[in-house]
């Protein structure tokens, strides 16, 4: 048996230990598939505001005219479109989680019984 041979088998040993025989190695892949999303939710979310944002400030009302205002403001959504992404994104992956969960502990108590 070469070098090359061991190696392979070597690798493979460990590859089966880790992921097929012990439940750590899905763990591992589960928790890295959920930090990915959850971090691709935060990058869909929308950027954040400026440092010179003032949430507490408060607006200046308009000035009240006798004239109808021509001016149409745009709808809300349109606005906050990747916002609404990320967290329609955040949301799903709650629920899956929670399904997945719920799916896996029960197959999980079938096998015990």
């Not at 041979?5 to 589960?30: A, H, Q, Y």
């Not at 003032?54 to 606005?79: K, M, N, R």
């Not at 967290?87 to 029960?106: K, N, P, R």
């Amino acid at each position: 048996m070469s070098a090359r041979d061991e190696m392979k088998t070597s690798k493979r040993n460990i590859w089966n230990k880790f992921f097929v025989e012990s439940k750590f190695g899905p763990r591992l892949l589960v928790i890295l598939l959920v930090v990915a999303l959850l971090i691709g939710a935060m990058i869909l979310s929308g950027p954040k505001p400026d440092d010179t944002f003032d949430p507490f400030a408060t607006p200046t009302p308009p000035p009240v005219t006798l004239e109808p205002s021509a001016v149409i403001t745009p709808a809300a959504i349109q606005s906050n479109i990747d916002q609404t992404s990320g967290v329609m994104l955040a949301t799903l992956m709650v629920v899956i989680i929670i399904i997945g969960g719920t799916i896996l502990f029960l197959r999980s108590k079938e096998n015990r019984s």
